[in-house]
T-cell receptor, first 109, second 114 residues
């Protein structure tokens, strides 16, 4: 069953702008993960944030987690055309990954 | 991180036939996972395949429809049996240390049923 709800479903921005995607979930979690899926390819793990962490950075990625609101956000700064992809959050609850519906991000040159 | 090769990358099949998808990993892994991703949708876990034991299927998926083999620690197959157009999806295998930790994915098999 899907736990994560992501918004927006689709996002189109100009290259160089920042992109923010949100993920909400329903039950308590051990960790939350973000993945990227390029068209026609498998998923690539981007970042994991544990339930006791509030913020994590990796290169141009910044993830926040608010367990009181059961939500997370993924910020991609200075977007590039290569960032065009679908982004999924996945929550680890009871040692299973529950996947969100995904945000389709398009970076316009 | 593990490199996963999945075959075939895509196929077009006739209704009522079966297709076996192969997943080869370049290192030994304990847990392998099979997912289905319907067009424009998120991932749904079909089953977890551990070497030396029967696969564990998720609700809504049965062994008769999706038999899985896991003969060793680097290889697994998923068969989609008696296919219908509703089975048209991307099928993905992944590996990870346990179900809740980061997983590494193959590129998937894009399956279309006519």
């Amino acid at each position: 069953s899907q736990q994560g709800e992501e918004d927006p479903q689709a996002l189109s921005i100009q290259e160089g702008e920042n992109a923010t995607m949100n993920c909400s979930y329903k039950t308590s979690i051990n960790n939350l993960q973000w993945y990227r899926q390029n068209s026609g390819r498998g998923l690539v793990h981007l970042i994991l944030i544990r339930s006791n962490e509030r913020e994590k950075h990796s290169g141009r990625l910044r993830v926040t987690l608010d367990t009181s609101k059961k939500s997370s956000s993924l910020l991609i700064t200075a977007s590039r055309a290569a960032d065009t992809a679908s982004y999924f959050c996945a929550t680890n609850s009871n040692y299973q990954l529950i996947w969100g519906a995904g945000t389709k991000l398009i970076i316009k040159p | 991180s593990a490199v996963i090769s999945q075959k075939p990358s895509r196929d077009i099949c006739q209704r009522g036939t079966s297709l076996t998808i192969q997943c080869q990993v370049d290192s030994q892994v304990t847990m392998m996972f099979w997912y289905r991703q319907q067009p424009g949708q998120s991932l749904t876990l079909i089953a977890t395949a551990n070497q030396g034991s029967e696969a564990t299927y998720e609700s809504g998926f049965v062994i008769d429809k999706f038999p899985i083999s896991r003969p060793n620690l680097t290889f697994s197959t998923l068969t989609v049996s008696n296919m219908s157009p509703e089975d048209s999806s991307i099928y993905l295998c992944s590996v990870g240390p346990d179900p809740g930790q980061p997983q590494h994915f193959g590129d998937g098999t894009r399956l279309s049923i006519l």
